[in-house]
């Protein structure tokens, strides 16, 4: 083989290098480029082309505020010019900022590439690692809200390890237990648990809930800080590749809720012995002027049954045309315009439409958030009102009583009598007390009631 045939086979392997190495260029998933000093690119790969997504003679010799737009050069330049200045390579991370506001992060080198004339110019190859920061900061980001929501958890949360051992509490489980988080870490709750009243057997709900595989909700108790028995309730949980943590717990600590229940429990308790052996007749009715529960002694007033009553309305159980109490009454209490109304009056017996003399206290009863919820009645009988002879009336008093119901004024009497208007008062005044009357016009009907008027007409 002569000379002309190895150069020629010298220059055949080169070719066959170059094309590999392009290839090699090309394939590769890093942005690879070769630059001047200004950072103009003269050579590319098509990774990058394709990341830029335009031909290749729209990138070659461009500058790199017209390629990213202005403000590229500037993120450029101080590596470029370190290679440059110190002929040595350069492993950087690379963050572009895009004219569209995104940003781009690029892990890589940046080196330098000599050239026959003395020239140096800058090679560089980086991986996009955009998706990677941006997870990662992502998982950064919630792995602080998660920190931040636990801190300020009301709720009690912790985990442990396979051998029950605590890996982490959080502050609302430090408060309740008393402790610091270091005096907890490695150690079971029966390492730590001050003496106190039995608990759950927390070990050995949560092996079940490791067995199942799947939460559990408990109901449990746990020795406060302060010594006291306290009430939770929540879920047990098992961890799954979480490193050294196999199960976790989240618990409402409900202990004050669970006394105001007590107490109210017990308060309901009082009320309802109070409410059946109270000697005072009760009755709760609705805003609709319903019947919807009655006490015995109320029942027994009426010489009814308590299930036939709370099938009524107070309109079954008031005198008719009565207005001493009723439905008027009722809406002058939702109105406003009384906060209790107490009356001498009568009570009407289903039974028989008998009636029962009672001293009456209606009281609107409101609900916690101040709207009226219903009406509690409170009757408690009173002697009759005794019987009226009317042959006991004197001819002034029985001729007062016919002019007020005719409806003549106080001065008409005093004319018609010939006695002063002060008299004529002083003497009704005497006739409201003996037929137990409230104004003028209760007076008239209560006189009816009683014979006077209707035996002086006869």
């Known amino acids: ?235 047990r949980f098992p961890l799954s590749e979480q490193g050294d943590d196999t199960v976790g717990g989240v618990f409402l600590d409900l202990t004050e809720e669970m006394a105001v229940r007590d107490r109210m429990v017990e308060r309901e308790s009082r009320l309802g012995t109070l409410f059946e052996r109270s000697p005072v007749g009760i009755a709760v009715i609705d805003l609709d002027g319903a019947l919807t529960e009655v006490n015995p002694a109320f029942a027994a007033l009426l010489e009814s049954g308590a299930a036939e009553l709370q099938r009524m309305g107070v309109t079954d159980i008031a005198p008719d045309g009565s207005d001493s109490w009723g439905r008027s009454v009722l809406r002058e209490l939702l109105e406003g315009r009384r906060s209790q109304h107490r009356v001498d009056t009568e009570l009407i017996r289903p039974v028989d439409g008998s009636s029962v003399p009672v001293s009456l206290l209606l009281t609107l009863v409101h609900d916690s958030a101040g709207d009226p919820q219903e009406f509690i009645a409170m009757a408690s009988g009173r002697p009759a009102s005794p019987s009226v002879d009317a042959s006991r009336w004197s001819d002034d008093e029985v001729t007062i009583l016919q002019l007020v119901a005719a409806g003549a004024s106080d001065s008409q009497v005093a004319r018609e009598l010939g006695m002063g208007e002060s008299t004529v008062r002083l003497r009704l005044g005497a006739l409201k007390r003996r037929l137990r009357a409230r104004n003028r016009a209760h007076l008239v009907a209560r006189a009816y009631q009683a014979g006077v008027l209707a035996t002086a007409q006869g």
């Open 1 to 235: 083989m002569d000379g002309s045939d190895e150069s020629q086979g010298g220059a055949r392997a080169g070719d066959s290098v170059d094309r590999r190495f392009v290839l090699f260029m090309d394939y590769s998933p890093a942005f690879s480029f070769l630059a001047d000093r200004e950072d103009r690119l003269l050579w590319v790969n098509e990774t990058f082309l394709r990341w830029l997504d335009r031909p290749r003679e729209e990138v070659l010799g461009v500058h790199p505020d017209e390629l990213h737009g202005p403000g590229a050069a500037e993120q450029f330049s101080p590596s470029t010019e370190r290679v440059i200045t110190t002929g040595r390579p350069l492993s950087m991370e690379q963050t572009i900022q895009l004219a569209d506001g995104s940003a781009m992060f690029l892990v890589g080198h940046k080196f330098p590439v000599p050239q026959p004339d003395g020239t140096v110019l800058v090679g560089g190859t980086f991986v996009d690692m955009t998706a990677r920061v941006k997870a990662e900061r992502a998982w950064t980001e919630a792995e602080e809200r998660f920190r931040t929501f636990m801190q300020l958890l009301p709720a009690l949360a912790y985990t442990k390890d396979s051998r029950f051992r605590y890996t982490w509490a959080n502050p609302a489980f430090l408060r309740a237990a008393g402790k610091e988080l270091s005096e907890i870490i490695g150690r079971r709750t029966d390492e730590f648990r001050s003496a106190g009243p039995p608990q759950s057997d927390e070990e050995g709900e949560e092996s079940a809930v490791i067995a199942d595989g799947r939460p559990r909700s408990f109901r449990t108790r746990f020795t406060r800080a302060d010594g006291t028995l306290g009430h939770a309730f929540g879920y």
